[in-house]
């Protein structure tokens, strides 16, 4: 018992009161099988971690299978991945930090957007925390199943959230864990067809009036005149409009893709006094933060507050002011396929949506009911009234 704890690059090593060294660091599969070959190791499922005995034995092992390895072949626990809030990462468990710094790194190297990347990260979380006290590989297909199902069937959680959550596994077993079998039996949900949101010309105009800040103006009109995604509209820079040209660049939107959308005379006008009072610089609309643009929560509010104060019953979000634009397009009589360029889809198929909600056509057919005529006199008096079998 008296040999010294020994300093190992990658692993945190403490001496337990039971006379054992426990072992700490950032799952992988590798260390594991390495761990696994020293005599006497043992996992602890509560703490989530590994203790070798307290020997010269176990610790020339370690030695021997750690300690010729290069420091940048481990994951530092302190070292937080990507845009993970600081305050969350330390709250995580030694094992889930080196799970999310894989996942991360892998996500990173693919060029993933910062939006499927947290996206992936929490649904990885999640299944983690749901087998906490088993290895991930050993989880099989059937409890992959069963925990699909516990989400459908106990969280009852919609279609396109446990699209997501496959999508997710699929690239932990896929990609990470190189074990792209595991997901392959899983069948995904039925896709929902729901129609878009649309509201009319005189309801935006509705929302526009309860504004009077004029940055908040400037971000329904853009939205709405240009087909803007709110994670668009946040990260516009200055140079991204183009007043000669009467048109506005999209960088990295989704998908990765740039475009161009159109870039309404009265943008310009809004843009003067705009500009005057809030000198943007980097961003269009810089947020509260210095260097940092506008929260997509913020925006999301912003178009929240407005409907309400303009007493709008439908349930109009900041995406509802992009639907808007592609169906308005639609019933001036734009070309479908200009529509789809303005609105950056890769398939026709997913602009051509927006015919159902069109009344462009809707709008000629009469209901047979317009042909009826009822008589204007008091039929529940002369019935009897409501008492009236």
């Known amino acids: 018992m008296s040999a010294l704890i020994p300093t190992i690059p990658g692993l945190q090593i403490h001496r337990t009161p039971e006379g054992r060294l426990r072992i700490l660091f950032p799952y992988h599969p590798d260390t594991v099988e390495r761990i696994k070959t020293i005599g006497g190791r043992r996992w602890h499922?509560?703490?989530?971690?590994?203790?070798?005995?307290?020997?010269e034995e176990a610790i020339a092992a370690l030695q021997c299978?750690?300690?010729q390895m290069p420091s940048r072949s481990f994951s530092r626990p302190d070292k937080r991945p990507g845009p993970i809030a600081k305050k969350r990462w330390q709250q995580l468990?030694?094992?889930?930090?080196?799970?999310?710094?894989?996942?991360?790194?892998e996500m990173t190297l693919r060029g993933y957007s910062p939006r499927t990347r947290k996206c992936y990260r929490n649904h990885v979380l999640r299944f983690r925390r749901q087998f906490a006290s088993v290895e991930l590989d050993a989880i099989a297909e059937d409890e992959i199943r069963q925990y699909l199902l516990m989400l459908i069937e106990q969280q009852q959680v919609s279609r396109s959230y446990h699209n997501q959550v496959i999508s997710a596994l699929k690239f932990l077993f896929d990609k990470v864990l190189r074990r792209p079998k595991t997901l392959a039996q899983i069948?995904?949900?039925?896709?929902?067809?729901?129609?878009?949101?649309?509201?009319?010309g005189?309801?935006?105009?509705?929302?526009?009036?309860?504004?009077?800040?004029?940055?908040?103006r400037l971000l329904l009109v853009l939205m709405y005149s240009a087909g803007l995604r709110v994670?668009?509209?946040?990260?516009?820079?200055?140079?991204?409009?183009?007043?000669q040209r009467q048109l506005i660049r999209v960088g990295a939107a989704k998908g990765n893709k740039d475009r161009y959308t159109v870039l309404a005379k009265l943008v310009n006008q809004l843009m003067t006094t705009y500009v005057e009072t809030y000198q943007p610089a980097k961003w269009l609309f810089p947020g509260p933060k210095p260097g940092s643009h506008l929260t997509e929560r913020t925006v999301q509010k912003i178009v929240e507050k407005a409907r309400e104060k303009a007493g709008i019953p439908?349930?109009?979000t900041a995406h509802t002011l992009r639907h808007s634009f592609a169906t308005h397009l639609l019933e001036a009589g734009t070309d479908l396929q200009y529509i789809q360029e303005l609105l950056g889809h890769q398939s026709p198929k997913t602009t051509q949506i927006y015919t159902h909600v069109s009344q462009r056509d809707l709008g000629r057919i009469r209901s047979p009911a317009d042909s009826l005529d009822l008589y204007s006199r008091d039929t529940d008096k002369e019935e009897g009234g409501e008492d009236h079998p």
């Open 231 to 243: 994670g668009e509209v946040v990260r516009l820079r200055p140079e991204d409009l183009d007043p």
């Open 65 to 67: 299978l750690f300690g």
């Open 202 to 216: 005189q309801a935006i105009q509705a929302m526009l009036n309860t504004v009077s800040n004029s940055k908040h």
């Open 45 to 55: 499922r509560k703490e989530k971690c590994w203790s070798v005995p307290h020997t």
């Open 187 to 200: 069948p995904r949900p039925r896709r929902e067809r729901k129609l878009p949101t649309v509201i009319s």
């Open 93 to 105: 468990t030694v094992d889930e930090q080196g799970l999310i710094t894989r996942v991360e790194e």
């Open 314 to 316: 439908q349930h109009a």
